[in-house]
């Protein structure tokens, strides 16, 4: 068998300074990634755990004008509907609120879910189907971490309508939508959320989320 390779405390401070860092990116410059670099990240992102190692994850790179536009009027269609929930003083805020960088970012993807795949033989997805998405979230999780190291910025807009993103992106019905991903550089580096640099909402301890039984 294969060595563990030594990860010493100073690797260990650059890994947690790799979290640190890690944000949900909206703003992008326009500068090109270079070529073999969405590959790269994308054979990164394959390298996640999944159960019964089913590798459910399938990612729709989406380069084609048309189909963006499409991306981007849905988008507004469910922002404005997201708008219209909110009210008085946290709707001017909203309003605010930049939320996706679909005009900027010279790499965008989906990522889906193909529950119906037979690699894995259904080990460990009878009782909980569901972790088949959570294993394409860890494989994107993987990849924000490698986009991040390269000095790229990667944001996920959930703001669409699921129902929609099957057909504008031309995939089986059967794949379950995950997200919409930009990636690019940024324009700025911030190690604060902008949701809390703008005042939406702040990070809370990790105390706040753990509980001892």
């Known amino acids: 068998m294969n060595e563990l390779p030594p990860f010493d405390e100073a690797f260990r401070m650059r890994l947690r300074d790799l979290l640190l860092w890690r944000r949900d990116v909206r703003r992008f410059r326009a500068d090109p990634l270079p070529a073999g670099t969405l590959e790269r990240l994308f054979q ?3 390298l996640a755990p999944s159960v019964g190692l089913c590798q459910p994850w399938r990612f729709v790179v989406v380069d084609d004008p048309r ?4 991306v981007r009027d849905v ?3 469910c922002n404005a ?3 219209a929930s909110y009210t008085g003083e946290q709707a001017a805020r909203y309003a605010k609120l930049k939320l996706a960088g679909l005009e900027e970012a010279p790499c965008q993807f989906a990522a889906f879910t193909d529950r119906a795949t037979s690699v894995g033989h259904g080990l460990g997805r009878r009782t909980m189907p569901e972790t088949a998405e959570y294993s394409a979230v860890t494989a994107i999780s993987m990849m924000w971490l490698a986009a991040r190291a390269e000095d790229i910025g990667m944001g996920w807009i959930s703001i669409l309508d699921p129902a929609r993103m099957n057909d504008v992106l031309d995939v089986p019905k059967s794949w379950r939508f995950i997200g919409y991903f ?3 550089y940024p324009q700025f580096e911030s190690d ?3 949701l809390e640099r703008a005042g939406w909402e702040r990070r809370q301890s990790w105390e706040a989320c753990v ?3």
């Open 182 to 184: 930009c990636l690019g």
């Open 75 to 77: 988008f507004k269609a």
């Open 211 to 213: 509980l001892w039984r």
């Open 44 to 46: 990164v992102a394959c």
């Open 192 to 194: 604060r959320p902008e």
């Open 67 to 70: 189909r963006r536009q499409v």
């Open 81 to 83: 509907d997201a708008l």
